[in-house]
């Protein structure tokens, strides 16, 4: 790897996850911010220099573009202390990674983004209509999570991976979408190791 730039909102927990990634790491990023809420990820020159779907993050190397947060996460890691060994346990840690963005992220982030983000008042009729389905599917979302971790410290292989960043980096603001986490004792559990970790960072560092 070479100079490494992450072009990101430094409020998204998609962005976070990256940092926190590189932070356990111990890689040094140079961060490039952009409002997404001010278009700044549509521009002409975005859109032709940075990422063709004006979406971030995106890590730049060199003079390659790598968009997806969680396929950034494992560009950073891959051969690192953040992925376990062996094909299944592999497997498994993408297993939630790909879930995270299917499941999680979706329902959790996206209530987070209207409420502290956008404010219900400014959503459309068709996003208040989505509200009651992401909730319920944020809700079976934490739950599962809660279930699996009553079993083990982290979520794959008895170990610390990115699988346990990738659901961090949102759950630990759920609160902000008026989700209760105090509601799901595992889940607070296994964020309390996860602060306490010495390489930690936080959202606003």
Not at 40 to 57: H, K, Q
Not at 70 to 80: E, M, R
Not at 186 to 198: G, L, Q
Request: aromatic share 10%.
């Amino acid at each position: 790897m070479g100079s490494l730039i992450l072009h990101e909102d430094s409020r998204s927990g998609n962005c976070y996850k990256i940092r926190l990634t590189a932070a356990h790491l111990g890689i040094k990023l140079e961060r490039k911010n952009y409002d997404i809420l001010k278009g700044e990820t549509r521009t002409a020159e975005f859109l032709r220099d940075i990422s063709g779907n004006g979406r971030i993050p995106v890590l730049q190397d060199g003079d390659r573009y790598l968009p997806e947060s969680n396929a950034i996460c494992f560009y950073l890691a891959n051969g690192s202390k953040l992925i376990p060994d062996g094909h299944y346990d592999q497997a498994d840690m993408l297993h939630w990674m790909f879930w995270e963005q299917y499941n999680h992220e979706p329902n959790i982030a996206t209530l987070r983004l209207w409420k502290c983000m956008i404010g219900i008042d400014a959503l459309s009729d068709a996003q208040r209509i989505q509200m009651t389905g992401k909730r319920e599917n944020g809700l079976a979302a934490l739950d599962l999570m809660d279930k699996h971790l009553a079993k083990r410290k982290w979520f794959v292989a008895d170990q610390f991976s990115l699988a346990d960043i990738c659901l961090f980096a949102y759950t630990h603001v759920a609160d902000e979408a008026d989700f209760d986490l105090e509601a799901y004792p595992e889940i607070i559990h296994w964020m309390e190791r996860i602060v306490t970790m010495p390489e930690h960072v936080g959202l606003d560092d």
